[in-house]
C-alpha cells in the first residue's frame, strides 16, 4: 500500500511564492509518474504538473514559466515551486502518483489534499 502526506500551502498574496512538497510511504515500483493535480472552487480537477522517473516533466499552459516540479526518487518526493502566485491559482491542490506495474496494471494514488489561497 502507498500513502501520499503533502506539505506546504496556505495563504498568499499575488506574486508570492509558496512550495508544496509530496512523500510516498510505501513500495514504488521505478516506473511511475508523479504528479501535483488541482481543484479551484466550482470547477473541475485539473492537472498542474507532472514528472516521470526518468524527469520528463509537463506542465499546464497557465503555470508555464512560473510552477516549477522535480523529485527526489531516492527520497520518493516530488516538490512543486511555485511562483508569481495568481488568484486563479487558488485551489486545493493534490498529490498524485501512478505505478505501472510489472504485470502492466496501473493504480492511482492520491494525497489528502492541500489548500492555496492567493489573495491580498
Known amino acids: 500500500q502507498v500513502q501520499l502526506v503533502e506539505s506546504g500551502g496556505g495563504l498568499v498574496q499575488p506574486g508570492g511564492s509558496l512550495r508544496l512538497s509530496c512523500a510516498a510511504a510505501?513500495?514504488?515500483?521505478?516506473?511511475?509518474?508523479m504528479g501535483w493535480y488541482r481543484q479551484p472552487p466550482g470547477k473541475e480537477p485539473e492537472l498542474v504538473a507532472s514528472?516521470?522517473?526518468?524527469?520528463?516533466?509537463n506542465y499546464a499552459d497557465s503555470v508555464k514559466g512560473r510552477f516549477t516540479i522535480s523529485r527526489d526518487s531516492a527520497k520518493k518526493t516530488v516538490t512543486l515551486e511555485m511562483n508569481s502566485l495568481k488568484p486563479e491559482d487558488t485551489a486545493v491542490y493534490y498529490c498524485?502518483?501512478?505505478?505501472?506495474?510489472?504485470?502492466?496494471?496501473?493504480?492511482?494514488?492520491w494525497g489528502q489534499g492541500t489548500q492555496v489561497t492567493v489573495s491580498s
Open positions: 510505501g513500495s514504488i515500483f521505478s516506473r511511475n509518474v
Open positions: 514528472i516521470t522517473s526518468v524527469g520528463s516533466t
Open positions: 498524485n502518483l501512478g505505478i505501472t506495474y510489472p504485470n502492466g496494471g496501473v493504480r492511482d494514488y
